[in-house]
């Protein structure tokens, strides 16, 4: 095959398990492509499906309704009407011309989409620059509060990206194909990310570059479009189109891929940008928890930086936050972790760690923002879920900031001086600290716990492993460019092998930092340098990882109701915590 550049029989695919026994990658993948190919199926293009449909279709009344909608180029009333309609996500034009049209102001590029749509289907349309009056601030406040519902109670999304032709079509449907057959199931179970990658992306296809080069895959608001319905296509120009959930499947494996090679770039993209389209996939199924959603949609663009706010609250389930463009950008990041807080849902948490508190205001001390996390190489695969907590109506703290529950472990009994990475590695084994926890307590918030880097590179107990790799990269003893990203020869794919892309990502995220260990009765923790002064004590937050490693708060005395520096920490034994408070972080 093409993709593999092997000839007759000299094989430069590398071998794989299948059914106990060894085989070469491109005869698995022949066989499969043969299979797929000759089902000779096709996409149905989206007005077919919807007509198709139509005997089935009613509208909802479950969702706040759009005000207007655009039906045979006249502005109807969608309000007081159960008439279903069709939601339409797009980019807008980087410069948009705008003209007088019904009494408002809209878009040109709009009316082009809505004469474009129109000409296939009699239902109603619902796009954003027509049917909400873009200067008209009181109802369009009113409009964008109910963004979310407008998406979930339309028959259908159609998400607008040029890029697709049929060919984009054919290579999608036929590697979601690949993924449903032995093969590529073969390959899943050894962990196998480059043959995963190969058999879904049919070696690199050039038409998945064209794909996910849109600009609509990098805007704020089209990740919620995208999800809140299970009737959500992608639509070309000329109508091709493509569930949206398919490309969601294919996108699995490379991300997959993305996260264990050693060159962060795969179809023109950064593994930051394979997180954030894979996370769409689990969107759909349930409420995003702030923290996964800050790490997907942050990663994108809005032209205001309100919208990084309000473009999460439907994913999110915050949508009793009205948005108002009015206030300022750290008040509306402020309400947002104080809005999810008050739901249980402190997942947030997990990006306060990269906060530099000495330049943030008054009351942020605790809240992320996009900036942050948008610098940031890529986010960490460790899932980190929020802990119940029990209802308290006392609140400790200043009049500004962020309300979080916490329980003390006790005062700093004993603290390192500062030392860069290496220094803390020697200074923690030392100490008797596993290669476990000494990952967990230097990376497990950067790139992800130990535990978790096994299960997604199918290894087991790669602890050691990953620790003497990293050192190596920083202190030149292995150069980054050395890593290898594939096996190719004699022997099938080696479980677990991926590893060394994730000991890359940890050489380079402590350069230069100067890094403190600090113990009290409850455990460990490594932060950076902070400031502070007099008693420091080690606070547990309501956040764990599956396994129960939890996140701690660093708090002193001095300054005790404005956090300095937060890590992950290891437990000691029968080490108990105090009862839970509730304390306004400024």
């Not at 909802?60 to 969608?78: E, F, H, M, Q, W």
Request: aromatic share 8%; hydrophobic share 40%; with cysteine.
């Amino acid at each position: 095959m093409d993709i593999w550049k092997c000839e007759n029989e000299r094989h430069q695919c590398g071998m794989m398990i299948e059914h106990n026994a060894a085989i070469p990658r491109c005869r698995a993948y022949l066989r499969d492509h043969k299979n797929v190919t000759e089902r000779k199926t096709t996409y149905l293009t989206w007005h077919r499906i919807i007509k198709n449909a139509e005997s089935n279709v009613k509208a909802t009344t479950t969702y706040a309704r759009p005000r207007n909608c655009i039906r045979d180029g006249k502005l109807v009333d969608s309000a007081s009407s159960a008439e279903p309609y069709i939601a339409i996500s797009y980019v807008w034009d980087t410069r948009p011309s705008f003209k007088e049209w019904e009494g408002r102001r809209v878009t040109e590029q709009a009316l082009h989409i809505a004469d474009r749509l129109s000409k296939h289907t009699s239902h109603a349309l619902w796009i954003d620059a027509i049917c909400i009056d873009q200067d008209n601030e009181p109802v369009k406040m009113v409009e964008l509060a109910k963004m979310a519902d407008i998406y979930r109670g339309a028959t259908a999304v159609l998400c607008l990206v040029p890029e697709i032709d049929q060919t984009t079509s054919r290579v999608v449907e036929h590697g979601t194909g690949m993924i449903d057959l032995d093969g590529f199931r073969a390959l899943e179970h050894a962990g196998d990310t480059h043959g995963m990658y190969m058999f879904a992306s049919q070696g690199s296809n050039k038409a998945l570059h064209k794909l996910f080069s849109s600009r609509w895959w990098t805007r704020a608001w089209t990740f919620q479009e995208a999800v809140l319905n299970r009737v959500t296509f992608l639509v070309g120009e000329k109508e091709e189109t493509i569930p949206i959930s398919d490309v969601l499947k294919i996108s699995y494996p490379i991300s997959r891929r993305a996260a264990t090679q050693k060159k962060d770039n795969l179809l023109g993209q950064l593994s930051s940008f394979w997180d954030s389209v894979h996370s769409m996939s689990d969107t759909m199924k349930v409420c995003m928890p702030l923290g996964t959603a800050i790490s997907s949609v942050w990663r994108r663009q809005s032209t205001v930086t309100h919208d990084m706010a309000y473009s999460l609250l439907g994913v999110c389930r915050l949508e009793t936050i009205t948005p108002d463009y009015r206030l300022p950008v750290e008040k509306v990041f402020a309400d947002l972790v104080d809005k999810a807080s008050s739901k249980g849902d402190f997942s947030w948490l997990r990006w306060s760690h990269l906060i530099d508190r000495d330049a943030t205001c008054e009351g942020m001390s605790m809240v992320p923002v996009p900036a942050t996390v948008l610098a940031t190489p890529a986010s960490a695969i460790t899932e980190w879920r929020s802990v119940e907590v029990p209802q308290m109506s006392v609140v400790r703290g200043g009049a500004v900031g962020v309300c979080i529950p916490h329980r003390s472990t006790g005062v700093i009994r004993w603290q390192s001086q500062l030392e860069d990475i290496k220094g803390i590695i020697n200074m923690l084994q030392k100490l008797s600290y596993g290669p476990e926890d000494i990952w967990n307590l230097l990376f497990g918030l950067h790139v992800g716990l130990a535990c978790d880097v096994d299960r997604a590179v199918g290894g087991s107990g790669l602890a050691q492993a990953l620790l003497n790799l990293a050192t190596g990269y920083i202190d030149g003893t292995f150069k980054l460019e050395d890593s290898e990203d594939d096996l190719v020869g004699e022997k099938p794919y080696t479980r677990g092998y991926g590893f060394t892309a994730y000991a890359s990502m940890a050489a380079k995220v402590w350069r230069n930092a100067q890094l403190v260990v600090m113990r009290s009765q409850g455990g460990t923790t490594v932060v950076p340098t902070h400031s502070g002064t007099g008693q420091a004590r080690l606070h547990r937050l309501p956040v764990e990882s599956h396994r129960g490693t939890c996140l701690c708060l660093v708090v002193y005395d001095s300054t005790k109701f404005r956090a300095s520096a937060i890590g992950v920490m290891v437990e000691n034994d029968h080490a108990g915590s105090g009862s839970w408070q509730f304390t306004r972080f400024s």
